[in-house]
């Protein structure tokens, strides 16, 4: 039973390049979030989704990012024109549907942005 | 708005000596409080989490943890570590209405040396 899936695990782009980022979730999870940890500090929440459907993006910045969980494959944090600020890591937990409040939020491995 | 705070940055500690990670939040609704453990380069691992019931809660690894409402605190605990603990240590909440996401605590590195 695999867990959550992150690629690449880690990536360096150059300013103003896209940024892909691409999160499976575990067999049988249709709730996806993602989180972005900056350099020694804490996890912050960016948007939820379920399949087809953004459901919670209030920590999303307004701008150049954007995420999508489509019907069939994984879910994709874009983020356009990077720029140095947005060297983090990236993580994408999933959990399964229908179990509330009380869900378990599983994490993949992460993936560290670098922008030169 | 719910927030999560981890007073320690980092808590040196000897090899079998006791540990206690501290966490409080605020909220002005009810929450759920969780611990999650992440190592080197690694992705989130859950230890432990409070749901509802006792408020003493054991995790994996000899961690456990205890909700107190009161106080709202929810500091972890082992009786003795080991070098293999070595990690950052996060504590997150969440609503247990609205939004789904969890908020984290700034993190403990905990450095368990020999």
């Known amino acids: 039973n695999a867990g959550v899936m992150q690629n690449p695990r880690h990536l360096v782009r150059r300013r103003g390049q896209e940024a892909r980022l691409r999160c499976s979730p575990m067999?049988?999870?249709?709730?996806v979030y993602w989180y972005r940890q900056l350099p020694e500090e804490g996890l912050k929440f960016m948007v939820y989704?379920?399949?087809?459907?953004?459901?919670?993006e209030s920590g999303m910045p307004k701008e150049r990012f954007s995420a999508e969980f489509p019907k069939e494959g994984p879910s994709i944090l874009r983020i356009q024109q990077v720029v140095r600020g947005d060297s983090a890591a990236y993580f994408c937990?999933?959990?399964?549907?229908?179990?509330?409040?009380?869900?378990?939020?599983?994490f993949g491995p992460g993936t560290r942005l670098l922008v030169l | 708005a719910q927030s999560v705070t981890q007073l320690d940055s980092q808590v040196p500690v000897f090899e079998e000596a006791p540990v206690e990670l501290r966490c409080n939040y605020s909220?002005?609704?009810?929450?759920?409080l969780f611990w999650y453990v992440q190592y080197p380069n690694q992705g989130l691992q859950l230890l432990l989490k409070?749901?509802?019931?006792?408020?003493l809660v054991k995790g994996i690894n000899g961690f456990e943890a205890e909700f107190n409402k009161s106080q709202t605190s929810f500091h972890l605990r082992k009786p003795s570590v080991h070098i293999s603990d070595t990690a950052e240590y996060f504590c997150a909440v969440r609503k247990d209405t609205g939004r789904r996401a969890l908020t984290f605590g700034s993190g403990t590195r905990l450095q368990v040396q020999p």
């Open positions: 409070y749901l509802s019931g006792s408020t």
């Open positions: 909220s002005s609704v009810s929450v759920y």
């Open positions: 989704l379920q399949k087809e459907n953004i459901i919670d």
């Open positions: 067999k049988g999870h249709s709730h």
């Open positions: 937990a999933s959990s399964p549907p229908a179990t509330g409040y009380q869900e378990t939020q599983y």
